[in-house]
C-alpha cells in the first residue's frame, strides 16, 4: 500500500471517529429535544463537563478505563463501539473511493445509516432528518461524476418505499385477521397502533434512502440481506425464551443489510446471477 494511500485511510478512520463520536451525541440528545451544540459533553451522573483531552474518540475511553475522571461512574462501551466501527467503515469508504467526492457520499450514507441505528434502538424511531433528508442527500449525490444517475437513484427510492409500504399494508390486514396483536415498547404504550403493522413508518422512509444511495441491484441486496439478519435474530432470541408478541427494531438490521451492499452489494449480486446459471 502507497504511503499516500495509508495518510488518507488513517485520515479517514480518524473522521469517521470524531463524526461516530458525534453521532453518539445526536442519537442521545435530539431524541429527547435537546441540543447537540450546548452544553458541552458531560457525565450524565456527576454533571462535570468532560475535557477536551478526555473527549478524544476511542482513546480516552481506554485510557479511563471507560470512567468519568471526576466521580468515577462507567461509561458505557457503545460510545466507544460506534467511534471504532464508524472509523472503520470511513477507512473502508476511502480504500474503495479514493479522496474524491464518491467518498463523501459513502462517509454520508454510512453517518446517516450509524444514526438511524442509534435512534431506533434507544428510541424506536428513525429521525425524519435522517430518512427523508438522507433520500434528498442520496439523489443529489447520484448527481456527482460516477454515481448512479438521477432517474436511477429517484426510482428505486421510489420503488424500495413502495414495497415496504406494501409489506405494511399486507402485514396490517393478515395481522388483524388472525387477531394477533404487538406489545408496543416500555414508554411508546401511546403509540401502539404504530407496531401493529409488521414494519414501521420509519423503516419504510429508511428504504427509501438507501435505495436512494445505492442503486436497484446494491439495495436488493441491503433489503434481503436485512430480512434474512433479522429472522435469523428472531429465531435466536425466541428460541431464548422471547415474548413474540414484543417487537424487535428493524432499522439496524436494514443498517447491516446497506453496509454489506455498499462494500460488496456487487460481488454479492454477481455471485447470485453466477450460480443461478450454473444451477440451469
Not at 500500500?1 to 495518510?7: L, Y
Not at 480518524?14 to 458541552?40: C, K, Q, T
Not at 461509561?75 to 466507544?80: D, H, P, T
Not at 441505528?117 to 434507544?122: M, N
Amino acid at each position: 500500500m502507497e504511503s499516500a494511500t495509508i495518510v488518507l485511510t488513517l485520515f479517514a478512520s480518524m473522521l469517521g471517529a470524531a463524526i461516530g463520536s458525534f453521532l453518539n451525541v445526536v442519537g442521545w440528545r435530539v431524541p429527547r429535544g435537546e441540543s447537540i451544540f450546548s452544553p458541552s459533553s458531560r457525565c450524565t451522573s456527576c454533571g462535570k463537563a468532560i475535557e477536551w483531552f478526555d473527549n478524544i474518540p476511542v482513546i480516552s475511553w481506554v485510557i479511563l478505563k471507560g470512567k468519568c475522571r471526576s466521580c468515577g461512574a462507567g461509561f458505557s462501551f457503545r460510545y466507544a463501539l460506534v467511534e471504532l466501527v464508524t472509523a472503520l467503515l470511513f477507512a473502508g469508504a476511502m480504500l474503495r473511493n479514493g479522496p474524491d467526492l464518491l467518498f463523501v457520499r459513502d462517509a454520508v450514507f454510512i453517518s446517516l445509516l450509524v444514526c438511524a441505528v442509534l435512534t431506533d434502538l434507544d428510541h424506536w424511531i428513525i429521525l425524519d432528518t435522517v430518512s427523508i433528508g438522507g433520500t434528498i442527500a442520496g439523489i443529489a449525490f447520484s448527481l456527482v461524476p460516477g454515481g448512479i444517475g438521477l432517474l436511477t437513484s429517484t426510482l428505486t427510492a421510489a420503488s424500495a418505499f413502495t414495497l415496504f409500504l406494501i409489506i405494511r399494508i399486507v402485514s396490517t390486514i393478515i395481522l388483524k385477521k388472525k387477531a394477533i396483536s404487538t406489545t408496543a415498547p416500555e414508554g411508546h404504550e401511546e403509540e401502539e397502533d404504530e407496531f401493529q403493522g409488521g414494519m414501521g413508518w420509519g423503516d419504510i422512509k429508511l428504504a427509501a434512502m438507501i435505495g436512494a444511495f445505492l442503486g436497484p441491484t446494491s439495495t436488493i441486496v441491503a433489503l434481503f440481506s436485512a430480512f434474512v439478519a433479522g429472522a435469523v435474530f428472531g429465531v435466536i432470541v425466541l428460541a431464548r425464551g422471547r415474548d413474540r408478541s414484543v417487537p424487535v427494531p428493524f432499522g439496524p438490521f436494514m443498517a447491516l443489510g446497506a453496509v454489506l451492499a455498499l462494500f460488496a452489494g456487487p460481488v454479492i449480486w454477481g455471485l447470485y446471477w453466477q450460480t443461478g446459471k450454473r444451477s440451469k
